[in-house]
């Protein structure tokens, strides 16, 4: 069943169910009050009646002369008296019947109201027992006709079913309508979607022209976001599969090459077997990233938590990567505080040589590195400048996303340290899961800065010497 159906069935039930609770309220409240109105022109009568009749020394019943017909036209009188109950006076229905109205066994001996229906009338009847010294002398019976009120209350019901029924409709119109209208961007959502799933084609947004700031509007705005990230999500890992797919071919034409030379060779050649070796390293280290990024994505990468002292941490770095950087760049610390933080030191560690191969990598030669490790405020400020080719303005926002490496570095084909784009997004989130953050400024051609803030770890008292290595 469609939405649009349930919601209009709901309406058009809800609306009639409190229509018809409230006529039945209005119908009981009309009810009760018409037999009241009943209750008190028999009483009335009554009392007027009982005040004309006297009782003669012999203990009878005396009707006396001043007794006339009731102006209570409505309220039909009979008095009956003796043990025979012999008809002393009666007027209106009563002249029509033989003598008393039947009612219940007893309920002659008593005061009582009672409903009844002869010939067609529908009566209120009040008796009330006439009694003197103790003595019954008569019965006084007076009837109230209900049919008036009868036909006044089946009235009000037509009304009260009709007004349920028309208003339902109206309901069930009203909700049916408005409810096209209203869920309208809906179906075009879910048409969209068919549309992207038929065709392939993630670019296709819902439009939002004439859609109200509502719910619906908010829901198409989220719908659209998420094909806009999901686009962006499935553009990445094209490139990256166009990317791994270039980057796998070169080693392996190399490896494919070199075998094939030493087959013709007919012997084990150390160039060709050097060549293999680190076109394998490569692959090697290009699987253990991409299984890195895969347990970090899926939170299966453990971080073992400890205390880390981040100056010996970024000495042992600078000695590595001074290797690296061979004569080719100038590696330098300007300054280093001693600082201790919470932390696991592998992780930091792959950090450091990422972001410092990254320096060295994209700094030609006699560029300069520097690296500064600070207290600033409550935090430890790693620093890694260089004098490289820095990141292009367009390319900065999305640094450390996956797989992302900007233009220049993707075209260095088959160069033996070209990365895969996983080196800063692995490192921001390791950084990340300290509690600390990480920031990039850069300028094309003159060279670029990244920052790492750590949490200091408490009670870590501030050290000042300043020293240069070089
Ligand atoms: P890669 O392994 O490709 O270096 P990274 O995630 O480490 O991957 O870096 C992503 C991209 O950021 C690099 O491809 C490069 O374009 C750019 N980049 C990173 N560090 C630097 C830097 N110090 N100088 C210039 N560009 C850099």
Same mark, same amino acid.
């Given at each position: 069943?469609?939405l649009?159906?349930?919601l209009?069935l ?6 009639g169910?409190?229509l018809?609770?409230?006529?039945m ?6 009810s009760?009050l018409?037999i ?6 028999l009483?009335n009568?009554?009392?007027?009646t009982?005040?004309r ?5 012999d ?5 006396l002369?001043?007794?006339?017909p ?7 009188v009979l008095i ?8 002393e ?12 109205l039947p009612?219940?066994n007893g309920l ?11 010939q067609g ?5 009040l008796n009330v027992?006439?009694q003197?010294g103790?003595?019954?002398?008569g019965i006084?019976q =007076? ?5 008036q009120?009868d036909a006044?209350?089946?009235?009000l019901f ?11 409709i109206t309901?069930?119109?009203a ?5 096209d209208?209203?869920l ?13 799933v038929?065709a392939?084609?993630l670019?296709?947004?819902v439009p939002?022209q004439?859609?109200?700031d509502?719910?619906?509007?908010? =829901?198409?705005?989220a719908f659209?976001e ?7 999500i499935?553009n990445? *890992?094209q ?7 270039h980057?796998?071919r ?6 494919k090459?070199?075998?094939a030379?030493?087959?013709r060779m007919?012997?084990?050649d150390p160039e060709?077997?050097?060549s293999?070796?680190e076109e394998?390293d490569?692959l090697t280290?290009?699987?253990?990233n991409?299984?890195l990024?895969?347990q970090a994505e899926?939170?299966?990468?453990p971080?073992?938590?400890g205390?880390?002292e981040?100056?010996?941490l970024?000495?042992?770095?600078f000695k590595?990567?001074?290797?690296l950087?061979r004569d080719r760049?100038h ?6 505080d *001693?600082? =201790?933080?919470?932390?696991d030191r592998d ?8 972001l410092?191969?990254n320096?060295?990598k994209?700094?030609?030669?006699g560029?300069d ?7 600033v405020?409550?935090k430890a400020r ?5 004098t490289?080719v820095?990141i ?14 900007a233009?220049?570095s ?12 996983l080196?800063?997004?692995i490192s921001?989130w390791?950084?990340?899961r300290?509690g600390?953050?990480?920031e990039v400024d850069s ?10 803030? =750590?949490p200091?770890?408490e009670?870590t008292?501030?050290?000042?010497p300043? *020293?240069?290595?070089e």
């Amino acid at each position: 069943m469609s939405l649009r159906l349930r919601l209009t069935l709901l309406y058009s039930a809800l609306t009639g169910g409190i229509l018809l609770v409230f006529g039945m309220l209005i119908f009981g409240l009309v009810s009760i009050l018409l037999i009241d109105q009943a209750d008190r022109a028999l009483l009335n009568a009554a009392f007027e009646t009982i005040g004309r009749l006297r009782v003669n020394p012999d203990g009878e019943l005396v009707l006396l002369e001043l007794l006339r017909p009731s102006p209570m036209t409505e309220v039909s009188v009979l008095i009956v008296a003796g043990e025979q109950r012999k008809v002393e006076y009666r007027t209106g229905f009563f002249l029509g019947v033989e003598g008393l109205l039947p009612l219940p066994n007893g309920l002659l001996e008593q005061q009582v109201f009672a409903d009844t229906s002869i010939q067609g009338e529908h009566l209120r009847i009040l008796n009330v027992p006439l009694q003197a010294g103790g003595r019954r002398i008569g019965i006084l019976q =007076l009837a109230y006709s209900l049919n008036q009120a009868d036909a006044f209350r089946s009235t009000l019901f037509q009304i009260i079913v009709l007004t349920a029924v028309g208003s339902v409709i109206t309901a069930a119109a009203a909700s049916w309508l408005s409810l096209d209208r209203a869920l309208a961007p809906l179906a075009a959502a879910t048409k969209t979607a068919l549309q992207i799933v038929r065709a392939d084609d993630l670019a296709r947004r819902v439009p939002l022209q004439g859609i109200a700031d509502d719910e619906i509007g908010q =829901l198409v705005t989220a719908f659209n976001e998420t094909l806009e990230r999901l686009e962006q999500i499935f553009n990445m *890992q094209q490139r990256f599969l166009a990317d791994v797919s270039h980057e796998l071919r070169t080693p392996l034409t190399v490896i494919k090459a070199n075998v094939a030379l030493m087959r013709r060779m007919g012997r084990l050649d150390p160039e060709s077997l050097a060549s293999i070796e680190e076109e394998a390293d490569r692959l090697t280290r290009l699987v253990g990233n991409l299984l890195l990024e895969a347990q970090a994505e899926s939170g299966q990468l453990p971080l073992h938590f400890g205390i880390v002292e981040l100056d010996t941490l970024l000495l042992e770095v600078f000695k590595e990567m001074r290797v690296l950087a061979r004569d080719r760049v100038h590696l330098k610390i300007t300054e280093i505080d *001693q600082v =201790l933080v919470r932390g696991d030191r592998d992780r930091l560690e792959q950090v450091l040589i990422n972001l410092v191969s990254n320096a060295i990598k994209y700094t030609p030669e006699g560029g300069d590195v520097f690296l500064s490790l600070t207290k600033v405020g409550d935090k430890a400020r790693l620093l890694i400048r260089d004098t490289g080719v820095g990141i292009p303005k367009k390319d900065l926002p999305h640094i450390f996303e996956r797989f992302y490496r900007a233009e220049k570095s993707r075209h260095r084909s088959g160069a033996e340290d070209s990365g895969f784009g996983l080196g800063l997004s692995i490192s921001k989130w390791i950084v990340v899961r300290h509690g600390g953050h990480i920031e990039v400024d850069s300028i094309e051609g003159q060279g670029t800065t990244f920052l790492i803030y =750590l949490p200091l770890l408490e009670g870590t008292k501030q050290e000042p010497p300043k *020293q240069e290595w070089e």
